[in-house]
């Protein structure tokens, strides 16, 4: 019996943290409540208590989620969930924070956790992704090094393997043609969405990635005696919905790494910008997913072969659908335009208007869009 207790105590300490109950102090209030005390770490305060309301969240609902850690699309899921971890906040409460010499800020946060929230969220979007499925990204952004264009990018590298480990497909790069890979490398080098869209939308990509980066050299000094090249990096990303071209996620920031050798100077300051910008586009991508699913967010409803009157009519009738929280419409060529702040999905969505809107017949309906035409 004592053997079985020693080697159950080994299995469970070899468990990867991504699969066992997050370290805190935890205490319990009732039985839906618990109060978590974590620290979380980030480039800003912001990011810091981010990290640790998650932390929070996953130190408060541990036994619950490790107990689904084997279930399909797990890391998805969790990953979903946890990119909305204040909402499962009650308060919280930052007891310190610090900087250390590297610059990290560290913040530690005294939380009460609703837990039956978590139980209640992770239901809901493992119930919708079975239905819709994982969705697919494509990502494709540019690298530059004093001026030279590189064939693989270091930041795409990153934000595609954490992508991958939240459990999101991509768009697989060798199955692209040599064709489709010139028009989507002169697509980005342009900086034209809407080509790198028409691409996206071809290989069947919800979501796509673009953007560029850049190292450059900034100064060489010597250090301990020996010469140091010092290289700066800037990139510039943005994430798009290929059905709509809505823009999801924009962010920039900068880096600067030093070497002996300029080439890994330049890689090293790029590397470093890739772990800056990498997690902040992975968090804008799952708090949509998560609003996607869950029917909130843009719907986007186009209305071909009506009359100007019909439009004011049809924007008239919109705001009067309690599901509907706010219209932006314009007119152009016989065609309305509609987008529409929702709480449900599109499909649910479509229903609704036809019940509401006389005169419209609708044509097709997918996750974000919702097409109709002027009825005879």
Known sequence: MQKLVVLTCLV?????????????EVRKISDNLVEVTVSGQGTSKEE?????????????????IYSRSETKDFMLVKDTVLARA???????EILSTKETEDGVIEMRIKA???VKGIEDTWGVVTSLLQQIGRPKIMVAITERIAGQS?????????????????????????????????????AVAEDNPAKVQAIAKRFGAQLFITGSTNASP????????????????NGD????????????????????????????????????????LGPKVQFDILRFWQDAISGRGEVQLQVQGITFAEYLKLKKALGTIKQVK?????????????????????????????EAVQGIEVTDVTQNVIKAKAAK
């Open 218 to 233: 900034t100064s060489t000094r010597p250090i301990y005696g020996v010469v140091t090249h010092i290289f700066g990096a």
């Open 112 to 114: 009460v956790v609703s």
């Open 48 to 64: 810091a208590l981010r990290d640790a309301q998650r932390k929070a969240v996953e130190a408060g609902a541990g036994t619950f």
């Open 150 to 186: 590189q064939e693989d990018s270091t930041v795409q590298t990153r934000i595609e393997n954490l992508l991958l480990k939240s459990g999101f497909l991509l768009v697989n790069k060798e199955q692209l043609k040599a064709i489709d890979q010139k028009d989507l490398q002169a």
């Open 86 to 92: 204040a909402g499962f906040l009650q308060s919280h």
């Open 12 to 24: 469970m300490a070899c468990l990867p943290s991504a699969m066992a109950p997050a370290a805190g």
């Open 326 to 354: 706010d219209v932006t419409a314009k007119f152009s060529n016989n065609i309305a335009e509609c987008s529409i702040q929702s709480d449900v999905n599109a499909e649910q969505l479509a229903e609704k208007i036809v």
């Open 237 to 276: 990303i943005k994430c798009y919905r290929s059905d709509t071209a809505q823009l999801l996620a924009s962010q920039n920031a900068t880096s600067e790494s030093a070497d002996q050798n300029q080439f890994n100077a330049a890689k090293k300051s790029l590397n470093q910008l890739g772990h800056t």
